[in-house]
């Protein structure tokens, strides 16, 4: 798909070699960055923490991630493989039959996932405005919000919809905007928001 952007933090590498212990490591270190970083951003999470948490030295720890925002990038990485593509764009192609279907199905996704005690909104988003659009980590979250951008369009040009760019960029508002509702409280924004998509792919229908 030509049409999916292909930039952001190139993911983390694991030395070739390296042995059971150093996968280990890294699995605990990530899985505690994960739940800490998705629920409570980055400030508020301190390396100490990261390190206690995570059961390794703290020696270990830098060995790996040599600072807080080099975990904080593969952290996103393992977001957006977990969260858009897994979580989000494989189980609304699983539900739509038709590539229309599928751009819908995203927001039946998303009212399942607001309703869930674990609900924690949008990575991405709280870290660009967290961090701020000048910061690399900042710049990452756009890397990524521009990727989930990516598969929207492919779901328009694979539905026939003209201008798919600016049909991809008014959907993601929609679903933006829906998760930030969500947050708010609205456990019905991903109806409301899906009601307004379907008026935008009609008009969008060439």
């Known amino acids: 798909m030509s049409s999916h952007p292909e930039s952001g933090p190139a993911p983390v590498q694991t030395p070739v070699g390296a042995g059971a212990g150093h996968a280990d490591a ?8 994960y739940e800490l970083f998705s629920r409570r951003g980055v400030r508020d999470v301190g390396v100490n923490e990261l390190i206690e948490r995570s059961g390794v030295a703290k020696a270990t720890f830098y060995r790996h991630f040599p600072s807080k925002d080099s975990l904080v ?10 969260w858009t593509v897994d979580a989000i764009v494989s189980e609304a192609r699983r ?8 751009l819908l199905a995203i927001f039946d996704v998303f009212g399942d996932w607001f309703l869930r005690e674990d609900f924690e909104a949008c990575s991405f988003i709280n870290i ?5 659009p000048a910061h690399p980590l900042g710049q990452a979250s756009i890397d990524y919000l521009a990727r989930i951008r990516g598969h929207v369009q492919a779901l328009a040009e694979e539905a026939g919809l003209a201008r798919a760019d600016d049909f991809a960029r008014s959907w993601h508002i929609l679903m933006k905007g829906s998760i930030i509702s969500a947050t708010e409280g609205d456990m019905q924004a991903g109806k409301r928001a899906q009601q307004m998509a379907a008026w935008l792919i009609e008009h969008h229908r060439s």
């Not at 539900?95 to 599928?102: C, L, S, W």
């Open 73 to 82: 990038l593969a952290f996103l990485e393992q977001r957006d493989r977990q």
């Open 26 to 33: 890294v699995g605990r270190i990530l899985g505690v960055a």
């Open 128 to 132: 660009l405005l967290e961090m701020g």
């Open 95 to 102: 539900r739509g039959n038709t590539p229309a279907e599928q």
